[in-house]
């Protein structure tokens, strides 16, 4: 007895409704690596009060970013990177600069590149073979997409300009097939870098491109720049996630691998400690600054306090009221950014005195305080020092700790806007496992690791 072809239908179509889900709704996980950027700093008397930041506020001391040849380097978390043929280096010389890296590819057949995975940033871009024409152009060190292997590519005449990471490039538009572990976005806009520039010494990064993880598209620093969406986005557009959310776990050394989960979460990590509903704060200035960029990214919730306080001791060593204030998230700014007076203080509280970012040796984080932040009804989250220091390979060997309070991201804001923001860079993530849901509009945390509380 044959099949009658209604029934063939039904079977087609069954069979067409389960390969278009197990083809368009997926969870990805990537593994994250970290690199450890090393800047000089002004290691003299007279440079240092060149570098320091003079406003109505008072002054404070800001990284002069001087990324010689000599002085800097990049750091794998092994302590042997650095060079002696370098040169000599003081202590005092030294700032660190995290890069949180996975891999994707552009093309097809697929051609690999090296992406910043980046919750604040939007638009894609490659160096392109032309790049190489202008051997005064810094784009050897780098992948370099080849249009013509890519059957998918397809160019556009409309210019684009970008400046990202100590990057500054520009080019044209193009599309092509951008894949992120098994997710194939399709017609993905993107740069075609014709000309790079970079600040890094011998022109090298360890990034070819940013993975963008914007809820929104920041301001432009180049508005003719005519971009189509960013790969979250058309992730989201395309139907290509199981769910509309994303996971960040980032890693803590060099030596560490983390984690960026796409479309879902690691549910063999413990729940929820905290559920932030997202805010949409965002302001205009006539420059783009730092806080501007990272608020404009839409990964902000309200938060209420913060306060340093030692384990068993009722009564806190600092406490401020952010009533009102709002906290930006963020894994491209390292540190914990506050307005300038309340930065200071807590400065003053832990007793430094005029250190742009004091790096102690990480034997000495007993000394240090725990640190709470509180999101009103929704919870706190405490971290012990050393989940809010950033443990870096110093390039002279050893471990160092970075304490990471500074008001670096509030520089050149405006006043009746400086005390609305505070900016939760690498350093509040580090020890969390993050979930940034599209759909929920909400951020969640988990710890990654209990019971690390000191007693000073």
Known sequence: ?????????????????????????????????????????????????????????????????????????????????????????????????????????????????????????????????????????????????????????????????????????????????LSIGNISITNQTFEAADDWRSMYGHGWAPLDSGLGLTRFRAPRRHPESGYGNWPLRNMIDQGLLDRNVFSLRLPRTGNDVGELILGGVDDKQPKPIIKLPLTNKTFISEEQTTLSFLASSGWQADISGMSLQCDGQSDHLFDVDLQG???????????????????????????????????????????????????????????????????VQSPYGGERCIIPFTSWAHNDVPDEVEGDYVVLGTAFLNHLLTVFDMDGETISCRFRVWGLVRRC
């Open 1 to 177: 007895m044959g099949i009658s072809p209604s029934a063939t239908l039904v079977f087609e179509a069954l069979r067409l409704l389960l390969f278009i889900y197990s083809t368009s709704a997926i969870i990805v996980r990537l593994p994250v690596h970290r690199d450890a950027i090393v800047y000089t700093l002004p290691c003299f008397p007279v440079a240092k009060e060149q570098s320091r930041r003079h406003t109505s506020k008072g002054t404070f001391d800001t990284p002069r970013l001087l990324a010689n040849d000599q002085a800097q380097k990049v750091l794998h978390g092994a302590p042997n990177s650095y060079s002696a043929a370098a040169g000599p280096l003081h202590e005092c010389d030294v700032v660190y600069h995290l890069l949180f890296t996975s891999n994707v590819t552009l093309g097809t057949p697929p051609q690999p590149f090296i992406a910043r995975v980046d919750i604040n940033w939007a638009d894609m871009f490659v160096p392109s073979a032309p790049c190489m024409r202008d051997p005064d152009r810094d784009c050897a060190p780098f992948h370099k997409l080849n249009s013509n292997q890519s059957s998918t590519y397809i160019a556009t005449t409309t210019f684009s300009a970008i400046d990202y990471e100590g990057l500054g490039t520009s080019g044209h538009l193009a599309q092509d097939t």
């Open 325 to 391: 204030v709002i906290a930006v998230f963020s894994n491209s700014f390292d540190f914990i950014s506050f307005p300038f007076d309340i930065a200071r203080a807590i400065l003053d509280t832990l007793g430094i005195e005029d250190e742009a970012l004091p790096d102690p040796p990480c034997e000495r984080l007993s000394d240090l305080p725990n640190l709470t932040f509180a999101f009103g009804e929704q919870g706190e989250i405490t971290l012990a020092p050393r989940q809010y220091t950033i443990r």
